[in-house]
């Protein structure tokens, strides 16, 4: 069965410091999307960012960026220049069989 | 942007009763939604997909009895949870797509209580 694995239950940063979230996953198939959502005390999900697997160029949104290693099924979300609402639960996402999947999330608390 | 709109955002119902939560997709037609329930601190489970005109299709473990879902048009699903239990209580949400390849859009979910 495919997974989607975040093994950072929780996570802090300074304020306007860097900080990098973890997210493996299992996957046999070789072009496929995997995301990156936001999950604040609205519970509101916000899609931060998406990758193509077929695209070797990481993607980036403003202060968000990924580090995508497809052979070691690898897809890291950074946030730079920490902001107070970047605090918030992340989920790292894949589609299977249509289905979007999520990891276990990784709650962020920023410190002014 | 695509907006999908769930309601109601909170409810509280009695034991043993039932209540229906709705997620509408307003300004594109959703030929697939998707149900997921969610506890305090833990990720998205997914419940169940409906596709418009079809069945939907349950997760395993998911009581289909339980969880009535219904995709009668391409712009509303209904969730019911019939018979509500204490532990049913929980966040429960919604999201919606147009084709296979669209980007998934959510509801603001629906918190249930159960007394």
């Known amino acids: 069965a495919q997974t989607v694995t975040q093994s950072q239950p929780e996570m802090s940063v300074q304020e306007a410091e860097t900080v990098t979230l973890s997210c493996t996953y299992d996957t046999s198939e070789s072009d496929y999307y995997l995301f990156w959502y936001k999950q604040p005390p609205s519970r509101q999900m916000i899609l931060v960012i998406r990758q193509e697997a077929y695209k070797q160029q990481n993607a980036t949104e403003n202060r968000f960026s990924v580090n995508f290693q497809k052979a070691a099924k690898s897809f890291s979300l950074k946030i730079s220049d920490s902001q107070l609402g970047d605090a918030a639960m992340y989920f790292c996402a894949k589609p299977r069989g249509g289905k979007l999947i999520f990891g276990q999330g990784t709650e962020l608390s920023v410190k002014p | 942007g695509a907006v999908v709109s769930q309601h109601p955002s909170r409810v509280i119902c009695k034991s043993g009763t039932s209540v229906k939560i709705e997620c509408r997709s307003l300004?594109?037609?959703?030929?697939?939604m998707f149900w997921y329930r969610q506890f305090p601190k833990q990720s998205l489970m997914l419940m169940a997909t409906?596709?418009?005109?079809?069945?939907?299709?349950?997760e395993q473990g998911v009581e289909k009895d339980k969880f009535l879902i219904n995709h009668a048009s391409l712009t509303l699903s209904t969730l019911t949870v019939t018979s509500a239990h204490p532990e049913d209580s929980s966040f429960y949400i919604c999201?919606?797509?147009?084709?296979?390849?669209?980007?998934?859009?959510f509801g603001n979910g629906t918190r249930l209580t159960v007394t």
């Open positions: 300004d594109f037609q959703a030929t697939t």
């Open positions: 409906s596709n418009e005109g079809s069945k939907a299709t349950y």
């Open positions: 999201s919606a797509r147009g084709t296979a390849n669209s980007p998934l859009h």
